[in-house]
């Protein structure tokens, strides 16, 4: 795939704890080293962003879009509480890539992926930009669900139980805390967008977010959207995209 030309997708795995991960890497045109987004979907991660990925590599950006292990065919049982070791592999893969350039890594999470986005860079130096989007600052927070809605909503799409998906959901919160980790991320960038329509997610817990970030946080609160966005689909996609631009394509300029 490193050859001296590309046809702007390919296939990638690399393996995180002795797990093969599988994604798909989109690359912007030229071979020069480029600014390169980390798109992190959610629980079970129906939306994979695969519509981002696809205007960042037309705006100059590669894209990496992966699966946590025990998921869409990645190897392993799911665990909530290793989804940051994951990030954190799928970061340092990236830095390895010759196409990839390793001061303009940026991450962006939708729901979960919020979540991890943000308690993987508090303690993830080479992600220079955070973005996220109905981002969970309190995993499970506000729902009380059965173990058949979690069967129904979560776990008949991933490797694990709904008994073990509760289990990990209470420790994950417990242990790592999106509102507590969000002021690491400052001096860099961190953007924050929700939906005042979010039914898994509410709107308040943006705003938390937006309360403990520092000065760099811009913060957008989109009127009607859902927790996909599903209706208000390209307002996001361009406000992201002109936002990453903005920060100096991943935290440098």
């Known amino acids: ?56 590599r037309d705006r100059g950006w590669n894209a990496l879009l992966f699966h946590y292990r025990g998921c869409w065919g990645s190897a392993g049982r799911y ?29 962006v999470g939708h729901s979960m992926g919020g979540w991890a986005a943000i308690v993987t860079a508090a303690a993830e ?13 309190r995993l499970g927070s506000g729902l009380t669900l059965s173990p058949e ?6 776990t008949r799409f991933l490797a694990t139980t709904p008994g073990e998906f509760a289990a990990q959901r209470d ?14 991320i400052s001096p860099r960038p961190l953007l924050v967008v929700h939906g005042t329509q979010d039914l898994w997610v509410p709107v308040e817990q943006a705003r938390e977010l937006r309360a403990r970030a520092g000065p760099a946080c811009r913060y957008v609160e989109v009127d009607g ?4 966005f599903s209706w208000h689909r390209a307002m996001l996609l361009n406000l992201i995209a002109d936002w990453l631009d903005k920060t100096g394509k991943g935290g440098q300029g």
């Open 79 to 107: 665990d909530l509480r290793t989804i940051p070791r994951d990030v954190t592999t799928a970061v340092g893969y990236l830095a390895g890539c010759p196409r990839v350039d390793p001061g303009r890594i940026a991450v």
């Open 1 to 56: 795939m490193w050859g001296t030309e590309h046809e702007g997708i390919t296939g990638v795995t690399f393996d995180s704890d002795g797990h093969r991960l599988v994604g798909t890497l989109y690359l912007a045109r030229g071979d020069e080293p480029k600014p390169t987004a980390l798109l992190l979907h959610g629980c079970p991660g129906l939306e994979k962003n695969l519509d981002l990925a696809v205007l960042l």
């Open 225 to 228: 959207a859902n927790h996909a």
């Open 125 to 137: 130096p080479r992600l220079r930009a955070v973005a996220v989007y109905g981002a969970a600052a």
């Open 171 to 184: 420790e994950a919160a417990e242990r790592m805390s999106a509102l507590e980790a969000v002021t690491a």
């Open 149 to 154: 809605a979690i069967e129904s909503e979560f």
